[in-house]
T-cell receptor
Framework: DAGITQSPRHKVTETGTPVTLRCHQTENHRYMYWYRQDPGHGLRLIHY???????DKGEVSDGYSVSRSKTEDFLLTLESATSSQTSVYFCAISPVSSGANVLTFGAGSRLTVL | AQSVTQLGSHVSVSEGALVLLRCNYS??????LFWYVQYPNQGLQLLLK??????LVKGINGFEAEFKKSETSFHLTKPSAHMSDAAEYFCAVSDGQTGANNLFFGTGTRLTVIP
């Protein structure tokens, strides 16, 4: 996981509370991604960023927002957490966005919403 | 749109036995195909990828995969399993086009290696 740090690594919260997950990279990569990993679903893209202040939605973006004010930081916010958002969240980075793109993943953030 | 099907959510093999993890894809255009591995409490890391050219692709840790267009498959193999191979493996497909939203993962196969 060299070059990518996710925080917090574990979080337990209650339904209706806001939650922010942080992804920090030291690789100066342009592209950053947030995925969620759930049993039986594999990894699904939530949001991604292609530059500072440039973001777009992924496959499962409802209930999530993101922000990228600096190249190195990509924040994922759950405005009002629900139990269905209990998951493991992975940040990933890549220098380019092409079909042969290889992603480098962080270690994950395990979120439990009670 | 692209999609990936991984047959078998759990596979168990004995140490030293052949590892075969199955992946079939659906794509309307020539695909780019990937295998990622996830060790416990870690993020995913790339094992190997196919883009163009030779259909047999070799990756890290002795793994290889063969792209078979006629069978729309990209199965992952390793001749002899090692205890350290115990992990979850994900197949992924891209349509090769520019765009960050074009990579789709399978549901994963958890490999257990029995001593």
């Amino acid at each position: 996981d060299a070059g990518i740090t996710q925080s917090p690594r574990h979080k337990v919260t209650e339904t209706g509370t806001p939650v922010t997950l942080r992804c920090h990279q030291t690789e100066n990569h342009r592209y950053m991604y947030w995925y969620r990993q759930d049993p039986g679903h594999g990894l699904r893209l939530i949001h991604y960023s292609y530059g500072v202040k440039d973001t777009d939605k992924g496959e499962v973006s409802d209930g999530y927002s993101v922000s990228r004010s600096k190249t190195e930081d990509f924040l994922l916010t759950l405005e009002s957490a629900t139990s269905s958002q209990t998951s493991v969240y992975f940040c990933a980075i890549s220098p380019v966005s092409s079909g042969a793109n290889v992603l480098t993943f962080g270690a994950g953030s395990r979120l439990t919403v009670l | 749109a692209q999609s990936v099907t991984q047959l078998g959510s759990h596979v168990s093999v004995s140490e030293g036995a052949l590892v075969l993890l199955r992946c079939n894809y659906s794509s309307s255009v020539p695909p780019y195909l990937f295998w990622y591995v996830q060790y416990p409490n870690q993020g995913l890391q790339l094992l190997l990828k196919y883009t163009t050219g030779a259909t047999l692709v070799k990756g890290i840790n002795g793994f290889e995969a063969e792209f078979k267009k006629s069978e729309t498959s990209f199965h992952l193999t390793k001749p002899s399993a090692h205890m350290s191979d115990a992990a979850e493996y994900f197949c992924a497909v891209s349509d090769g086009q520019t765009g960050a939203n074009n990579l789709f993962f399978g549901t994963g196969t958890r490999l257990t290696v029995i001593p």
